[in-house]
């Protein structure tokens, strides 16, 4: 399996997350997801989740919530070029994420397997969006994204300072 974007390095077998099985380009450190683990994986956490509910632990005061979010977040470097599926080779859709992240994930129509250059997993699990991805590509997901950039230039709008008369 070639990586979709550097088209020369082969992915290798990482694993991305508890339970979550990825490939990784050696190359550029993109990361590809098929749909099977991304599901097996969501299947995984959710188990998990429930068997924390069920022990009621105390919630713990995690400092790095106390950052804001351009702090925590990692720089990505965005592929802008159509790319085909690592698995069947078919052409990826783009998506935009949106939620404060300015950059896209690419995902086959066909099989549904996610690629993810380096560091959008990192800023995408920072905001607790790394299980949402399947979400991010419906008409829902991307309305929303839309409605944020309307509400964002508005109030870009009305920062605007107004010209004093001369
Ligand atoms: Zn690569
Ligand atoms: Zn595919």
Redo the contacts with the bound molecule.
């Keep these: 399996m070639k990586c979709p974007t550097c088209h020369t390095h082969s992915l290798q077998i990482v694993s991305l997350d508890t339970g979550l099985i990825a490939r990784q380009c050696s190359q550029c450190f993109g990361h590809w997801i098929s749909s099977e683990n991304y599901w097996e994986w969501l299947d995984y956490r959710e188990q998990q989740q429930q068997q924390q509910r069920s022990h009621l632990t105390q919630p713990t005061h995690d400092a790095s919530n106390m950052l804001s979010i351009s702090d925590r977040l990692l720089p990505v470097v965005d592929n802008a070029t159509a790319n085909f599926?690592a698995?069947?080779a078919?052409l990826m859709t783009k998506a935009k994420v949106g939620r404060g992240l300015s950059f896209y994930l690419d995902r086959?129509s066909?099989?549904h397997?996610v690629w993810l250059d380096q560091n959008e997993w990192e800023n995408l699990k920072q905001l607790e969006l790394h299980h949402q991805i399947h979400y991010m590509f419906s008409s829902a997901w991307q309305f929303s994204v839309r409605q944020e950039k309307v509400a964002r230039s508005d109030r870009a709008r009305t920062k605007i300072p107004q010209k004093t008369p001369a």
Excluded: E, S
Aim: aromatic share 0%.
């Design positions: 599926c698995d069947c078919r086959c066909h099989c397997g």
